[in-house]
């Protein structure tokens, strides 16, 4: 059989575009030549990153002029891996957006939009958690530990208010918890029920303690479609556009963060050498 894969391309584009969702490299700039102000952060990552490869002595065959440090190298590691997990999103939100179309409302099963929208929320929370290293690595020089990284955050934002950037430091503390809806849910599908069978399953058992404790079946129980009341109060069509929305949001607050973030990199690495 044969898929017209430029044509599925092109409907999963148009899906991401219609809600917002463009790719992580069309940020930054106007034109080949303007800088885009509402995202100078993207053109400022490109133009002066925390670390400059030089690619004329690998052409020249010479040494370098100088070796990165460790805090450079892991800033640019983390700024690299953020592009990296955005596009991963992306195109899974994509995905998640094209199988959204066939999404029965009373369907147990794991759908195509289950599987891709939960590898995009994961590369959702991992793209944040790059931000927050990247901060915390930037003020700190330090990588941060694993057991107190919001303790580590607030102490980037107090070192970032004492250079003078409290509004940036304000900004960033805002847009962390502004992005607190997608752990969440993060964090319920990977560490409490990821897909409708289990949820499925949840309500089956609850029915069955409920009637054993009482010694009576209850007519809300709905004991001929128990699956079925699940999914009406679970994983209804309006559930699954309000799970879309939710990864649309969060791609587009995520993109907004990584500017501030490498905005606030450049300007407190601009601060430290006067």
């Not at 991401?16 to 995202?39: H, K, T």
């Not at 590691?77 to 066939?102: C, N, P, W």
């Not at 949820?199 to 009482?214: C, G, M």
């Amino acid at each position: 059989m044969t898929v017209d894969l430029h044509a599925l391309r092109n409907t999963i584009e148009e899906l991401l575009c219609s809600r917002g969702v463009f790719d992580i490299d069309a940020f930054g700039w106007l034109n080949e030549e303007e800088v885009d102000p509402e995202f100078v952060g993207y053109a400022m990552w490109a133009q002066s990153p925390p670390y400059a490869h030089d690619f004329d002595g690998w052409q020249n065959n010479t040494p370098p002029a100088r070796a990165p440090t460790e805090t450079e190298q892991q800033q640019m590691e983390l700024g690299h891996d953020f592009f990296g997990l955005m596009k991963t999103a992306r195109h899974f939100i994509g995905h998640a957006l094209l199988h959204k179309l066939a999404v029965l409302p009373l369907d147990i099963e794991p759908s195509s939009f289950d599987f891709n929208a939960f590898a995009a929320l994961v590369a959702l929370t991992a793209a944040t958690d790059r931000l927050s290293d990247f901060i915390i690595v930037t003020t700190l020089r330090r990588m941060p530990d694993r057991n107190a990284k919001k303790r580590e955050r607030n102490e980037a934002y107090g070192k970032l208010r004492a250079s003078g950037l409290g509004v940036e430091a304000d900004a960033l503390q805002e847009s962390f918890k502004a992005i607190l809806k997608a752990r969440e849910a993060r964090n319920e599908v990977v560490h409490g029920l990821a897909t409708p069978p289990a949820h499925a399953e949840r309500f089956l058992i609850a029915a069955e303690r409920k009637a054993f404790e009482e010694k009576r079946w209850h007519a809300a129980d709905n004991r001929q479609a128990p699956s079925g009341d699940v999914i009406h109060k679970n994983e209804g069509l309006a559930d699954v556009e309000a799970r879309a929305k939710l990864l649309c949001d969060c791609y587009v607050k995520l993109v907004k963060m990584g500017d501030l973030t490498f905005r606030t990199e450049h300007d407190w690495r601009q601060r430290q050498q006067t």
